[in-house]
């Protein structure tokens, strides 16, 4: 009988993140999995950890400060998940609901390909299209990413949005704990990355394996109807796109010319915010905000606003958002073309199903063969993707969120 623990961040969602909770412990699988669970929960008001204690006894509940966003959290929720050495850890964002059979499938897979951290695709509750799962980058550029859809069989990827991802013990062994020092954000990708660095796989398994909506972009940095100023105070924030966040990602993954992409991140930004807020002065008009159609992961989401990807501890942008996990921002259903790349402030005319988990600076492009919109809008480009391999549909991308302080198991509360 494998033992799984699955991971989770939450920041004032009691709710979803009970759904969630319900989801993962009433899976059916023929292995007969010990289900057990490790919730970090970003002092929610709603008291998220009191509904948990009560209504999950295998789930160990740690409160932490509100200034513990999503990577942070996991990272925690990691670390003594581990403690008991158990088969499978399950990363599952609190607004993820897992089909019945999810787990199974899953593990399925894991044991087919004991070197492979497998990925669950989740998709839009509405509809119906992949928001969050497997990423391709780019061979020339590491900030631009395409999601991978749906798909009929296993697809080998990049990295990944950690709304649903199982690895097992041999894998989190080798590759060690989830980043906690980018905070918000890009910790899942970093940690896929990190992953293939180890000589591990990164597989999507078939289908779609839960339900997870996406987010908007409204009232974020990426929404050109906010004023300038508070545009660039949020772009810094550790809900936006805070410089040591996407240094930390970029000293990584961008190779020699890891200066240049982050410079030029905020130098695009700044002439992109800059012409939004000229032509909204001479049109007298507020430019719309990017409907999301199907992550942050980033993605989430865990600390901040899931995330991403996410715990997200803020409830308005991907990814991981704001203290723990909130990627439960506005969605739509509707299709859009990339004016936007939302991270650099780039254009592009591909199809792009923006979410709401972005790495910061990455240009998200997306290949979607069955977009029946086409208009032009502003998109929060955070988790999206192209369709390779046989894929559907296009999924989102993960927030690249970074929080202040580092909290260690040991000053949490029980």
Known sequence: MPSVTAILASHNRRESTLSALRSYFDQHTPYEAVLSAVLVDASSADRTAEAVRTSFPDCRVIEVDRDVYWAGAMEVAESYARLALPDYLLWLNDDVELYPTALD???????????????????????????????????????????????????????FHGNVVLVSRRIYESVGLIDGEYGHGAADFDYGLRARAAGMRILVAPGVVGTCDVNSGAGTWLDPAV????????????????????????????GVLWPVYWGATYLKFAGTSLGDAIRQALTGRNLQPTNHTTRIARSNDAAGNVTANDTRRADDCSSAN?????????????????????????????????????????????????????????????????????????????????????????????
């Open 322 to 414: 704001a203290s723990a996990t909130e990627n439960d921002a506005a969605h739509s259903d509707e299709d859009v073309i990339l004016d936007y790349d939302g991270v650099t402030g780039g254009r592009s005319r591909q199809r792009c199903v923006p979410a709401g988990n972005e790495v910061g600076g990455m240009e998200i492009r997306v290949d979607d063969d069955d977009v029946g919109t086409d208009q032009d809008a502003r998109a929060n480009a955070n988790r999206s993707g192209c369709t390779k391999g046989g894929a559907a549909e296009a999924a989102p991308s993960t927030d690249l969120d970074a929080r202040s302080t580092r909290e260690r198991p040991e000053n949490h509360r029980m």
């Open 227 to 254: 004023p300038l100023t508070r545009r660039w105070r949020l772009l810094l924030s550790p809900k936006g796109r805070p410089p040591a966040t996407l240094r930390r990602y970029l000293r990584r993954h961008g």
């Open 105 to 159: 499938q899953l593990i399925q897979l894991s044991t087919q390909v004991p070197t492979a951290v497998v990925v669950g695709a989740v998709a839009d509750d509405e509809t119906g299209r992949v928001s969050y799962g497997g990423v391709r980058v780019s061979k020339w550029h590491p900030l631009r990413v395409s999601s991978v859809g749906r798909t009929e069989q296993a697809v080998e990827v990049d990295t």
